[in-house]
């Protein structure tokens, strides 16, 4: 945010899709999941927390609209370059199987079938619009 926030013009439109903890939902368990898929994940945040970011950055935010994306945990994991049998797929799935009964992620993950190899869940996203 700090790099847009260099690059956009006083007056300039800025217009950001992330993902987001949903209210209600445990940060700590959505980013353990999001590091065990990704080594490299930093964080992924309330909306409060997302909001505060852009404003601190010298965004006033306009709107903020809240969605989500039903994904494939299978194609979600291949995606990051995993397959089934690799340390880190067994290590995400372990943990979005764990939270199957409470959803304390906000990513509510379901078996399809009783006897599915696949899953799905559903990505919260926020989608942001902000002026400079």
Not at 92 to 118: C, K, N, Q
Request: charged share 25%; aromatic share 8%.
């Amino acid at each position: 945010l700090k790099e847009l926030a260099r690059v956009v013009r006083p007056g300039g439109r800025l217009a950001l899709v992330d993902i987001f903890v949903p209210d209600g939902c445990d940060p700590a368990v959505a980013n353990a999941i999001e590091r065990a898929r990704d080594a490299s994940h930093c964080s992924t945040l309330l909306r409060e927390e997302l909001l505060a970011l852009c404003e601190a950055a010298g965004f006033r935010v306009s709107s903020s609209e809240p969605g989500e994306r039903p994904r494939s945990f299978n194609d979600w994991m291949h995606i990051a370059g995993w397959r089934p049998g690799d340390p880190a797929y067994a290590a995400t799935r372990r943990l979005m199987e764990a939270d199957i009964s409470a959803d304390r992620s906000g990513f509510r993950p379901h078996l399809a079938t009783a006897f599915a190899a696949d899953f799905e869940f559903m990505q919260p996203s926020l989608f942001v619009v902000a002026e400079k």
